[in-house]
């Protein structure tokens, strides 16, 4: 047990430096995308010197495939929690697509690795969407179909096609972050303020309390009670900064 020790806080302190790594390479590919992010940046950042990046990571490339992995394996492990949470389908559902409009604002890098991987596509250039899907995109939407299923077999959700109850929650988050840049040219308003992000989140979970629910009386106190038990995030400076719809 004596010679076991060490080896467990050396383990520890390996996984300590690695995951730093990880976070600041998130950072700078969300800032700068795979061809701008320097890894002198990432290592100085990380608190670490080049040649240790390279102990852990092989090259940029490595690195920024891990820091993808790194950063949807975190929205992962939070959405399975939220689907395994002892409650009804339907305030599962809400508890996930407030979280992820939350998760939009508080954490805007994984939103823009996800925009950027998805011009990659787009332009033909080497991607890494392929890989996302069947890692984690594919296995987590089959998992909120089931959970829809398992809602709308219950009678607590409208018999509709669970897909377009996916849409209409989740979706709709991605909408409002995707044209908070056209929104703000169009009429004026910031929809990244504090105030419109408190104002939208509230609005969308009451809605869904009373679109996807056959008893509206029960969506509404599904909806009052997962607001009550989710406080909006507080911003940071780092967080807005990084938002890139004030990236002027």
Known sequence: METASPVRTQT???DHTRARILDA????FSANGL???RTEQIAEEAGVNKALLYYYFKSKEDLYAAALESAFEAVRVESVAVME???TAGERLVQMTLNSFDRSYTNPAVRTLMQ????RLHQGEENRMAQMADNFFRPMWIKIHEL???GIAAG???AVDPQQIR???LGANVFYFLTAPLTKLAFGIDPMERSELEHRRKAAVEYLGQAIFIDREHGARVAARVLAATPMPEITAIEIGNNPSRNK
């Open 35 to 37: 061809a701008g992010a």
């Open 116 to 119: 950027q991987e998805m011009v």
């Open 85 to 87: 949470m002892d409650a």
């Open 167 to 169: 849409y209409a929650s």
């Open 12 to 14: 520890e302190r390996a």
């Open 156 to 158: 607590e959700l409208i």
């Open 25 to 28: 390479a998130v950072q700078q």
């Open 148 to 150: 829809l299923e398992k």
